[in-house]
């Protein structure tokens, strides 16, 4: 039985699902902007063989409002394994979430497994896409103008417009309607005839400064967990104006992993055929028997 609740994380509430069961546990963590609810394809592909719990980050969705740092992102995961009670979970992650379990690997030896579902910093050196520079400046600029759109507030009036329109998205993108409208529906905070769209436009930034700012290859050289890097092999329809760069990071990315793995016995790396960054979502049933396959050998 499916079961929503708060947890206290002492200084505000994290947002959990339980997806029920007495199968190994497994932690999911959404991306930066998402929330719990965009992770319930995923979720239900990994049930046969795991009890999920998939959890709001701190800024979004019903979870409480709070500063954030990677140190306060891992210490809500950790009151949400304690509160529940959980033994040694596998911890698992996209985008932003994938950051997070990746730490948590390097945290916490007693983890079964971890796994990052393409989560890795923007571009931000041109030696990281091939020396285009001005894409790279380009592109900059793109995250700029969105960071500054975070977080709006409207007239309640206007939501059913905007209902409509991520309706519109998850048709052309061929993502399930109602668990993207759901998704959209638990970011939004409507009160005294203003609608909010969370995540606020300061956890953006906030958030924005913590990936833009970490190295994954040390990451994944040190950490003692077993870790599953996931990356993309081709474009989202927002990256597709960007392919030239986006093609030449997606190889440094690569070549980091490797040079990690080279290091580090406990990484293991892959790039999924067909798949963009939106993974969870466009093929769960193939990204949930890749992380169940892997932790299954982990603990063999």
Known sequence: MINDRLVDAGELP???RDFGGDLPPLLLLHGAGGNLAGMTALARALRP?????TVDLRGHGRSGDGPWSWDAGLGDIAAVTVQMELDRPAVVGHSFGGVLAALWGQ???????????????????ASQVGGLEAELARLTSVFDSMEAMAGPTLPTTELPELIERQRAIARQAGYHEKLWIEAFRRNVVSKDGETTVRPSGAT????????????LGPVYASTPAPTLAVLATRDTPEQEP????????????????????????QLRYLSLEGASHAMPLEQPEVVAALISDFLGAATA
């Open 14 to 16: 994290v947002a959990v």
């Open 49 to 53: 063989r795991h009890r999920v719990i």
């Open 107 to 125: 945290r916490h030896p007693e983890a079964p497994g971890v796994v990052n579902l393409d989560g890795n910093p923007p571009p931000t050196r």
């Open 204 to 215: 953006v930034s906030a958030l924005r400064k913590l990936i833009t700012e970490i190295d």
């Open 242 to 265: 960007f392919a030239e760069l986006y093609a030449a990071y997606r190889r440094h990315l690569v070549d980091q992993a490797a040079t990690a793995a080279k290091e580090n016995p």
